[in-house]
């Protein structure tokens, strides 16, 4: 199976620190990515976790459990440019297929 | 380095006619991925080329869908004949080798509308 789950939404302040969880179900696992998605436009890729641990890019963070097949992306300092959708995505060992989650909008306020 | 580009950025058409997306990838990017994403299902993986050849295309819907490859630097995804149910955001993304943190590049997606 290959369930990717991830909440909807989250409001959070300019600022502020938000993590983004992302729990998945599924054989062949070889890799998790995150991308950022602001309306309207194409997914960015922002990191990218194949061993347990967190790997650190500037203000965001991403974490990964394989075990607990779980991640969370944490993004710090929050700025009004981070509103947008995230997206957690599955790779599958053996080719370079992707399979994504439905995304976390989370929408920054003054 | 342009990226991704995929044409036409939007296409409005009427139920029951042909559509025609194209996509030329990075170059030297040797995979090549049609997506589709609509609010309900999420960016949903429809087929993947590997080396111009396709590797899977189980995401495809039906019959009514096809996807070529002709050469490294051009593919295009077709929908014949068009219904309402197609309209969504569909986007085209490359990638080098297999393996490691080669992540995705997508192009900027073209929107259609079948009314």
């Known amino acids: 199976g290959q369930n990717i789950d991830q909440p909807t939404e989250m409001t959070a302040t300019e600022g502020a620190i938000v993590q983004i969880n992302c729990t998945y179900q599924t054989s062949g696992f070889n890799g998790l990515f995150w991308y950022q998605q602001h309306a309207g436009e194409a997914p960015t890729f922002l990191s990218y976790?194949?061993?347990?641990g967190l790997e650190e890019k500037g203000r965001f963070s991403s974490f990964l459990s394989r075990s607990k097949g779980y991640s969370y992306l944490l993004l710090k300092e929050l700025q009004m440019k981070d509103s947008a959708s995230y997206l957690c995505?599955?790779?599958?060992?053996?080719?370079?297929?992707?399979?994504f989650g439905k995304g976390n909008q989370v929408v920054v306020i003054p | 380095d342009a990226g991704v580009i995929q044409s036409p950025r939007h296409e409005v058409t009427e139920m029951g006619q042909e559509v025609t997306l194209r996509c030329k990838p990075i170059s030297g990017h040797n995979s090549l991925f049609w997506y589709r994403q609509t609010m309900m299902r999420g960016l949903e993986l429809l087929i993947y080329?590997?080396?111009?050849?396709?590797?899977?295309d189980s995401g495809m819907p039906e019959d009514r869908f096809s996807a070529k490859m002709p050469n490294a630097s051009f593919s295009t995804l077709k929908i014949q004949p068009s219904e309402p149910r197609d309209s969504a955001v569909y986007f085209c993304?490359?990638?080098?080798?297999?393996?490691?943190?080669?992540?995705?590049?997508f192009g900027p997606g073209t929107r259609l509308t079948v009314l």
């Open positions: 976790n194949v061993l347990d």
């Open positions: 995505a599955v790779r599958f060992y053996g080719n370079n297929r992707l399979a």
């Open positions: 993304a490359s990638s080098g080798a297999s393996g490691g943190n080669n992540e995705q590049f």
């Open positions: 080329f590997n080396n111009n050849v396709p590797i899977d």
